[in-house]
DNA sequence: GAATTATTGTGTATAAATTACACTTTAAAT
DNA sequence: ATTTAAAGTGTAATTTATACACAATAATTC
């Protein structure tokens, strides 16, 4: 709402809300960030272990009230920050959930964001809570509505990385183009055809070769590439028809 | 958050957070709705004028508090119910608006929900506060940060429309082509090939040719159709490639 | 240093989807 | 009967997506 409100057909005065944002209608409101990465091949995310003695040993998101004086997404970026040290990474909110019961001892709303993280690049200093990544198709059960939650946001993740060049930042500043495919790979849990992968990736013109190759692998090295952000921020989108 | 909190790298226990759930940690909680309608072949929305000193004259969202027992999309089914008398229309959470400042007396975060109807089949009854439509294309103020919230709406519908068979609740339930493109066109604010357009909805193969035609239209008629929705929830939803 | 291994890198033909574009038909109104 | 305004329709050209197989390369092993 925001000013007046219809209630039994009474319009009450801004005075009567007033009262009432003081006293009754209040909820407590978190953030909870579901952090993806990407190891090994497979789409991971972090959790810790809940304290709560209803959830006890459950995998949790990492989360927190938010202050009094800070906006969502300092919220967020906040949390993210005192979970893993880092900040210059993609955030975006996903969606909030709010059904009555979803806290065992109040009533908390939390407001769902969603980041991307490249592991290798960013090890994790804070281990508090047993914090560690997850497979994220390993996991079953978590606490709270936090399944809930880390399922809306899976699934958001593998829209929008169809949509806009997300991935990149889970893979090492230079990659190859198996990496890519394999992340889009485990991303949407489907195989691709690598010739039609390339030919589709070098299409869309984004991609800048190094001039240099994998090392240590043991076989043909793939050539190294990163991803032109400038280039991509130029361009137009294209229009994409209707279609459902 | 949902349990264990850690700040400067000290863990709060479940006991220590329960009592700033009670105390400071509690915010008003209110849902917006975003409701759009479509006549005169133009975008419209539903808006009240604001009573609140700050914003008197201004146009605002319809919103209220959220109450300490309701679930979110519950108090956004009851707002719209409330302002308008309808219950089955699509509704869909949009986003959450969190900025501190964002109502001038309270901390007041609001979750921004939208929903579609049919301006012609529900005349609205109440109509406190000056409620009407506006074209959604003339609204350049609003009170508090109801036109971000209304801006960041229409391009969630701009982007939904394209993949869902959502705009058919705007229109009357037989309708030609015609009007049906007409409402893509305001809604997307392109102008599309009829002939085109024809083919590509013809070929979704979700429209049902009633054997009917238009009346009253001071030229040829077209034909009336319905959208099949049981067939299109049966039909497989298509994968849709990677495109930047 | 020859053979083996594992993966990179590449092209083409076919099918499907998208785009651009103009004339005839129809019903109502005059 | 004429006018008016929009409905209804098809095709060719282009672009995009798909399916598919073999030679090149670097590292490892013998």
Redesign the interface.
Known sequence: ???????N?K?K??KT??S???S?????????CVIFGFDENKLKVLL?R????K?LGKW??L??????????DEAAYR?LK??TGLSDVFLE?V??????NR?P???????AYCTLLNIQHHKLK?L??ELHWHDVDSITEM??D?KAILDTSYCRLQKR?????LGFSLLPSKFSLRELQNL?EAILN?KLDRRNFRK?FFS?D?LVDLGEIETEVPHRPGKLYKFDYAK?EK?Q????????
């Open positions: 709402m925001d000013q007046s409100i219809v209630e057909k319009i005065t801004f809300i007033q009432e944002v003081e009754i209608n209040r909820v407590a409101l978190s953030v909870d810790i809940s304290d709560l003695k959830y949790s998101l989360g927190d009230l938010v202050r009094p004086d800070e906006d969502l949390i005192q979970r909110q969606e909030t959930f709010g059904a009555v806290h001892a109040n009533r908390v709303v939390t407001v804070i508090d809570n606490a709270f936090h990385v169809k949509e806009h060049p889009y489907i589709k869309m984004f991509y361009s989108k294209k229009w994409t028809g209707i279609a459902f």
